[in-house]
């Protein structure tokens, strides 16, 4: 009885301390060697978690959405009585619509599903994977701006990083290109409600507080002239060589689900004309 | 397989799924952590070896979610169900004082543990999470735990031998 509670106890403790060091050796794991094992985990047990999720997400957006469909069944009826002022309502649904319409083509749909675990904001699991001829570092905006890019691609899901995660950055300019500079999450990020940074803006350029940052197209990841947020106000001046401002970012983090994610052909072309209506 | 052990089993797997499919929906923080309820649950009902597996299985999935601090929640989790398991020698779910305490110490060790392998919080934001956020959350769980934790059937045998 006794040797047999032993070898119980040392099973037990066999066991403890394999996880222990499993777990230990995943955290340690370089990310070319830990993300096919996240990949697999995520493909072959939590793939139908999230289409589960994502049907939850696309269900709580039709709700929120009612609303805007009546008024805009209710702008239809009108127009169909009266027939006046068409042109004025048609731009009325078309902004109703958000943003798909204006970049036309080159995107994919998708929801961002936030992670349970705490500081998940940072990174969200995208609905669409290689499947949708996505691939890594694709630009992911909303019709407010700048919202993030993949990281990663699976076969039917992705995982991208947010403007609020350490590892992000975006070459931006103020609107009117005066000012070139990077835009990284403000130290203080906590829960993906930040701020940002924009850092490395020459010293003789001052940017006034409400000014406009955008994508500055430089490095080819993010087509030029897609909001980034506003400046608050200047961060530090590094020795009076570069000033750094902080930002309010363009896409608030809680609220986001919606997300356009940009094939390459289409960051190509340039987006000149969508955000500067 | 017993009706009871049945209904136990369905009753982690919608703690799972809630943790992964719907609560991340739900902006509330992180405060109610519904996969460490299931380690827990788990834990009180099983020897300390199986509670850790369940808890590093557990923790590798909702990792999966996170890559960029994979491992980070198994080994919280793996800690949290050996140490549950060897704590409550089986019995904690009969007093509700020893299921609180149990539930909160869970909750904050496992936080911290989290927080500090997946290394994103620094200075006054790590300082913030661990003297507000860790306990707010062991609180919120600890309530909601000692609620759903009564809506599991109870185990077969409480008494296990071996410890």
Request: glycine share 10%; net charge positive.
């Amino acid at each position: 009885m006794a040797r047999g509670a032993r070898s119980n106890g040392r099973l037990d403790t066999a066991l403890v301390v394999a996880c222990v060091l499993a777990a230990l050796t995943l955290r340690s794991l370089a990310p070319a060697r830990r993300d096919p094992i996240a990949r697999a985990v995520r493909e072959t047990f939590v793939a139908p978690l999230l289409a589960g999720q994502s049907s939850v997400t696309r269900s709580e957006r039709a709700l929120r959405e009612a609303a805007a469909l009546r008024r805009a069944t209710d702008s239809l009826t009108r127009l169909a009585q009266g027939a006046t002022a068409l042109a004025a309502e048609n731009a009325t649904l078309r902004s109703l619509l958000g943003l798909a319409p204006q970049v036309a083509w080159g995107y994919v749909v998708a929801e961002a599903l936030p992670a349970s675990a705490p500081g998940g904001a940072a990174t969200r699991l995208l609905s669409i994977g290689a499947r949708d001829s996505i691939a890594p570092l694709s630009p992911v905006v909303t019709a407010a701006g700048v919202a993030g890019l993949v990281a990663t691609v699976d076969d039917r899901s992705a995982v991208m990083l947010t403007w609020a995660h350490p590892d992000f950055r975006v070459s931006a300019m103020s609107e009117d290109a005066g000012a070139v500079g990077i835009v990284t999450a403000h130290a203080s990020n906590r829960g993906g409600e930040g701020l940002l940074e924009l850092t490395g803006v020459p010293f003789r350029t001052l940017l006034a507080p409400g000014t406009l940052i955008v994508s500055s197209g430089l490095g080819g990841v993010f087509p030029a002239g897609v909001p980034v947020g506003k400046v608050l106000r200047v961060l530090s001046d590094e020795g009076g060589w570069v000033r750094s401002y902080l930002v309010d970012p363009a896409v608030p983090l809680p609220s986001l689900s919606g997300v356009l994610v940009l094939r390459a052909p289409r960051v190509r072309a340039g987006l000149d004309s969508v955000w500067s209506r | 397989m017993e009706r009871r052990t049945l209904g136990f089993v369905v009753g982690i797997a919608a703690f799972v799924l809630l943790d992964l499919a719907v609560w991340p929906l739900v902006d509330a923080r992180g405060l109610l952590d519904l996969m460490l309820l299931a380690v827990v649950a788990v834990a009180g009902r099983t020897r300390p070896g199986l509670a850790a597996l369940t808890g590093f299985v557990l923790g590798v999935l909702r990792d999966a979610a996170v890559p960029d601090a994979f491992g980070a929640s198994a080994l919280a989790f793996a800690v949290v169900g050996y140490g549950v398991s060897r704590l409550s020698a089986g019995a904690f779910e009969e007093r509700v004082a020893a299921t609180a305490a149990v539930l909160a110490i869970a909750r904050l060790v496992a936080d911290v543990l989290y927080v500090l392998l997946a290394g994103r919080l620094h200075g006054t934001d790590l300082l913030l999470h661990l003297i507000w956020w860790a306990p707010l959350g062991a609180i919120v769980t600890t309530g909601v735990g000692l609620v759903v934790l009564r809506l599991l059937p109870p185990p077969a045998d409480r008494r296990r031998g071996g410890r």
